[in-house]
């Protein structure tokens, strides 16, 4: 199993570029989840899935858009890059909580990404 | 709102030293409390976890974390470190509203001298 794989893991963008990330799962995890990881204020949650067509937002879902077109696929995308979107971004995924609670999330390698 | 204090953002040790790293939640119902690493270069993995029972639990690599639940606390210790222990520590939690959402801390830094 390869787990949580992030594609790319450096990309360097100029403002109001826009790029996908794509995060891929082959653990046939119902949850899928986007994060920022930015200095001394731990890890964000951006969106995230609790299945294949439905995403939802999190804490920080400003100017990113997601989309979970196949269940072990979820995508994060930048319409129009700024500055304060330099961060790295981290992919996760876990078991639906329905008849289980207890699980824990399983973490993509993540992207480092520069808005200059 | 639902939060994570990690109240040490850099801690340096010595190898032998003996480590605790404190975790305060701030969430009224019942949470599910979770303590990951981040080795330099490398993703998030999970050292340890409480669901419920005993409040000590223990994780991977020696470490332990104990859920005060009258103090809202999950602080993590281990006896001796080691060089290899160098990362950082992100502690967080699920509360029963959450569904499957973890709210993180802001990590602390743990440089171990050899």
């Known amino acids: 199993n390869a787990g949580v794989t992030q594609t790319p893991k450096f990309r360097v963008l100029k403002t109001g570029q826009s790029m996908t990330l794509l995060c891929a799962q082959d653990m046939n995890h119902e949850y899928m989840y986007w994060y920022r990881q930015d200095p001394g204020m731990g890890l964000r949650l951006i969106h995230y899935s609790v299945g294949e067509g439905t995403t939802a937002k999190g804490e920080v879902p400003d100017g990113y858009n997601v989309s979970r077109l196949k269940k072990q696929n979820f995508l994060l995308g930048l319409e129009s890059a700024a500055p304060s979107q330099t961060s790295v971004y981290f992919c996760?995924?876990?078991?639906?909580?329905?008849?289980?609670?207890?699980?824990?999330?399983?973490f993509g390698p993540g992207t480092r990404l520069t808005v200059t | 709102a639902q939060s994570v204090s990690q109240h040490n953002h850099h801690v340096i040790l010595s190898e032998a030293a003996s480590l605790e790293l404190g975790c305060n939640y701030s969430y009224g119902g019942t949470v599910n409390l979770f303590w990951y690493v981040q080795y330099p270069g490398q993703h998030l993995q999970l050292l340890l976890k409480y669901f419920s029972g005993d409040p000590l639990v223990k994780g991977i690599k020696g470490f332990e974390a104990e859920f005060i639940k009258s103090k809202f606390s999950f602080n993590l210790r281990k006896p001796s470190v080691q060089w290899s222990d160098t990362a950082e520590y992100f502690c967080?939690?699920?509360?029963?509203?959450?569904?499957?959402?973890?709210?993180f801390g802001g990590g602390t830094r743990l440089m171990v001298k050899p």
């Open positions: 967080a939690f699920e509360g029963d509203n959450a569904g499957n959402m973890l709210t």
């Open positions: 996760a995924s876990s078991y639906s909580t329905s008849g289980s609670p207890h699980y824990e999330q399983y």
